[in-house]
């Protein structure tokens, strides 16, 4: 395993700082920092409208959508064809979400943004529906996300976690704190099923990325 050397920080900060967002990302942003609401960063954003034209999901779910930051990025580089599903449980960081989509001039009809705490809501969401499923609610419940992500998700379906590296605590073993040891599980949980295709991305957060494969296709390499 590669220890983390000047040269290699050197590489990994200028991978975070090579993105160049859209001016219009900037105005989400400050509207999530005033409501005081963590957002995906840069090169999570990126990479998430990657995994969407490479993917070409026709239903997203997100869940912890906040003011919208990986909303936006997800609907704004698909065709009208693709419906958001998106949970956010604080009214008011859905109303932020809502003005946003306006703003951006995106139709209402591409994101159904439900008001509700997620665990309410996931068990409603039908089997095998969505090609693409983001969780990013905080670690406390992420298990449970995770389980009905692989529920929600059909074949060729991606399960992404953000904020995997929880504040930078997964590494290190001796942190035992509540949302690491659950993040931790629910990584594991995602890595050891033989049906999933995973990889964490070295984001600032931490991206972690699992599709799943055909049934067919046996076990994983
Ligand atoms: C980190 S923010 C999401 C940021 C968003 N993914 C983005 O990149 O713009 C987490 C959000 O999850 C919401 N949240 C927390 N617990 C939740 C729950 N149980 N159900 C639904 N939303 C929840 C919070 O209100 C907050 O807006």
């Not at 050397?5 to 942003?29: C, D, G, I, K, M």
């Not at 095998?128 to 379906?157: C, F, N, P, S, W």
Request: aromatic letters at 4%; proline letters at 5%; charged letters at 25%.
């Amino acid at each position: 395993m590669p220890s983390m050397n000047p040269e290699l920080f050197a590489s990994w900060t200028y991978t975070q700082t090579h993105v160049n967002e859209p001016e219009h990302v900037a105005a989400v942003r400050e509207r999530a920092e005033d409501l005081g609401v963590r957002c995906i960063d840069p090169a999570g954003r990126s990479m998430l409208q990657m995994l969407c034209t490479l993917r070409q999901p026709r239903n997203i779910v997100e869940i912890g959508s906040g003011v919208g930051v990986a909303s936006l990025a997800m609907l704004e580089v698909m065709g009208s064809s693709v419906t958001l599903t998106a949970i956010e449980s604080d009214l008011e960081h859905a109303n932020a979400m809502r003005q946003g989509l306006r703003d951006s001039g995106i139709p209402s009809a591409r994101a159904r943004i439900i008001n509700e705490r997620a665990e309410n809501v996931l068990s409603r969401l039908a089997d095998h529906a969505y090609d693409m499923v983001l969780i990013d609610a905080g670690a406390e419940q992420l298990l449970e996300y995770v389980a009905e992500a692989k529920r929600l998700a059909g074949t060729g379906g991606v399960i992404i976690v953000n904020n995997a590296f929880d504040e930078h605590r997964l590494a290190k073993p001796a942190i035992r704190r509540n949302s690491t040891v659950m993040t931790r599980d629910a990584l594991r949980m995602l890595r050891e099923d033989p049906r999933l295709q995973t990889h964490l991305f070295p984001t600032e957060q931490g991206l972690f990325v699992a599709t799943v494969l055909p049934a067919k296709a046996g076990v994983k390499r």
